[in-house]
Antibody, heavy 117, light 111 residues
Framework: EVQLLESGGGLVQPGGSLRLSCAVSGLTFSAYSMSWVRQAPGKGLECVST????????YYADSVKGRFTISRDNSKNTLYLQMNSLRVEDTAVYYCAKPAAGSPGYWGQGTLVTVSS | QTVVTQEPSVSVSPGGTVTLTCGLS?????????PSWYQQTPGQAPRTLIY???TRSSGVPDRFSGSILGNKAALTITGAQADDECDYYC???????????FGGGTKLTVL
């Protein structure tokens, strides 16, 4: 069974930092691109960052470019998202996800990030 | 900037058939975009229904089907049930730039 388990969310003040982690099991983690997708309260899904399987290609949404950094440790089957200079508008549930292309997509249960003073 | 388009809301009668569509602001959707569909109920993580245009994920009932209709991807639900009432998202795999482009979602009402 494929499992994606996020951790690291919480309450942080504007300008603060958080590091999200996603532990993946049940699939060959190193073979797939992985993404962080967020959903602000009452809004749709937004892919904020994707990292290719080899780790040498990354994508960031314009809204987080320069503030968020995605990384992965294929030896630990873990995906990370370092979030700096957090803003109120970054408040959302953050999902770790394996994109579906030629193979099934998988999602974690999400971790809530709240940016508030 | 390329945008994935979905109907904001659609309604269907219980037992009826409904088709949700997924288009591109510029150009046509083809199988090369590997369209995928996700179902999300309030407070829950998305669930993968369809990937690679028309492949059902494990455990998804066969009343959910995916296809290309004209220049759009489509999700058809036959025999709609009350618990199908939720949000549905289309995602296209882009071969450059943002690799995973989400539509705005369709809110399906069963009434």
């Amino acid at each position: 069974e494929v499992q994606l388990l996020e951790s690291g969310g919480g309450l942080v003040q504007p300008g603060g930092s958080l590091r999200l982690s996603c532990a993946v099991s049940g699939l060959t983690f190193s073979a797939y691109s992985m993404s962080w997708v967020r959903q602000a309260p009452g809004k749709g899904l937004e892919c904020v960052s994707t990292m290719r399987d080899s780790g040498d290609g990354t994508y960031y949404a314009d809204s987080v470019k320069g503030r968020f950094t995605i990384s992965r440790d294929n030896s630990k089957n873990t995906l990370y998202l370092q979030m700096n200079s957090l803003r109120v508008e970054d408040t959302a549930v953050y999902y770790c996800a394996k994109p579906a292309a030629g193979s099934p997509g998988y999602w974690g249960q999400g971790t809530l990030v709240t940016v508030s003073s | 900037q390329t945008v994935v388009t979905q109907e904001p809301s659609v309604s269907v009668s219980p037992g009826g058939t409904v088709t949700l569509t997924c288009g591109l602001s510029s150009g046509s959707v083809s199988t090369s975009y590997y369209p995928s569909w996700y179902q999300q109920t309030p407070g829950q993580a998305p669930r993968t229904l369809i990937y690679s245009t028309n492949t059902r994920s494990s455990g998804v009932p066969d009343r959910f089907s995916g296809s290309i209709l004209g220049n759009k991807a489509a999700l058809t639900i036959t025999g709609a049930q009350a618990d199908d009432e939720c949000d549905y998202y289309c995602v296209l795999y882009m071969h450059s730039g943002n690799p995973w482009l989400f539509g705005g979602g369709t809110k399906l009402t069963v009434l």
